[in-house]
């Protein structure tokens, strides 16, 4: 069993940055892929990064590119979305996912490829 625990959302305006943690309580860390997705009302969930379990591969949507990235720190189990050059369109409640896998430089970005998901953290950017 894998828990996740989201931080770091909050109110932010345009323009702004945070960076959002997912902490893992699993051993078996640097065997899990990880992402990252979120959801606003109304709207399907959304991929926004993912990160393979060696760590050596990541994947950010052109969608977010450039604005988004993903990184991860194996010594602390956490995986970090650092969301800079925020606009309105990004508010929304934002996930952290995980699976083991044994193929370590995959990333999967597809939301039912993961098995564990945490309990969301809010962005909100006022324009």
């Known amino acids: 069993q894998v828990q996740l625990v989201e931080s770091g959302g909050g109110l932010v305006q345009a323009g702004g940055s945070l960076r959002l943690s997912c902490a893992a309580s699993s051993q078996i860390f640097n065997r899990l892929g990880m992402g990252w997705f979120r959801q606003a009302p109304g709207n399907e969930r959304e991929f926004v990064g993912g990160?393979?379990?060696?760590?050596?591969?990541?994947n950010i949507p052109n969608s977010v590119k450039g604005r988004f990235t993903i990184s991860g720190d194996n010594a602390k189990n956490t995986v970090y979305l650092q969301v800079s050059s925020l606009k309105p369109e990004d508010t929304a409640v934002y996930y952290c996912?995980?699976?083991?896998?044994?193929?370590?430089?995959?990333?999967?970005?597809?939301?039912?490829?993961?098995?564990?998901w945490g309990q969301g953290t809010q962005v909100t950017v006022s324009s």
């Open positions: 990160i393979s379990a060696s760590g050596g591969i990541n």
């Open positions: 996912a995980a699976r083991s896998t044994v193929n370590f430089g995959f990333v999967y970005t597809k939301d039912y490829d993961y098995k564990y």
